[in-house]
């Protein structure tokens, strides 16, 4: 590229035509030597072009709609929505074996009708007990009014 350079210099004058002569010889060589010019200015202006759209081609792939940062978040969101799966399968699971329950054994039934509903046998008394709240825990209060399930 150097040796090339220095060529088209040595054939490029860098002195003036000479106004008073009209050869062609002289009103070519300024021409050449802004071509040459114009040419270095349009590779020029050709790289920061490209390495422009690189850059925004770059930022795209990272920050764009379905970049990189989009796509860890739909993979976060997807890991979450599988746990949940997860958890709901197991859920649905433990229901599932509790229906069954229900539906054969008479003591499940039982149970179910004492703790939820809080029934008590014929001739059964139900104490309520009222435990003392400590004031470092609200949540841990109950409710007086309703009986405890006897066993």
């Known amino acids: 590229m150097i040796e090339k350079q220095s060529r088209i210099d040595s054939q490029i004058p860098f002195d003036l035509p ?3 002569g009209n050869s062609k010889a ?3 060589l300024p021409q ?6 114009f040419r270095s200015r349009a590779r020029v202006a050709g790289s920061v072009m490209l390495i422009l759209v690189a ?16 796509w860890s978040a ?3 969101h997807d890991h979450m929505l599988t746990q949940q799966i997860e958890h709901l399968r197991q859920e649905n699971e433990a229901l599932r074996h509790q229906n069954e329950r229900l539906q054969d054994d008479p003591a499940a039934i039982e149970f179910q009708a004492r ?3 809080h029934y008590a046998r014929p001739n059964e008394v139900i104490f309520a007990v009222s435990v003392a709240s400590q004031p470092s825990t609200q949540s841990s209060t ?3 009014s ?6």
């Open 74 to 76: 739909k993979r976060a």
């Open 146 to 151: 309703t009986p405890a399930p006897s066993h």
């Open 26 to 28: 002289e009103e070519k």
């Open 115 to 117: 703790q939820n509903l």
């Open 18 to 20: 000479n106004p008073g």
């Open 55 to 70: 850059l925004l081609l770059a930022w795209d792939v990272i920050y764009g709609q379905n970049g990189l940062s989009a």
């Open 32 to 37: 050449e030597r802004l071509k040459h010019l």
């Open 142 to 144: 109950t409710d007086s």
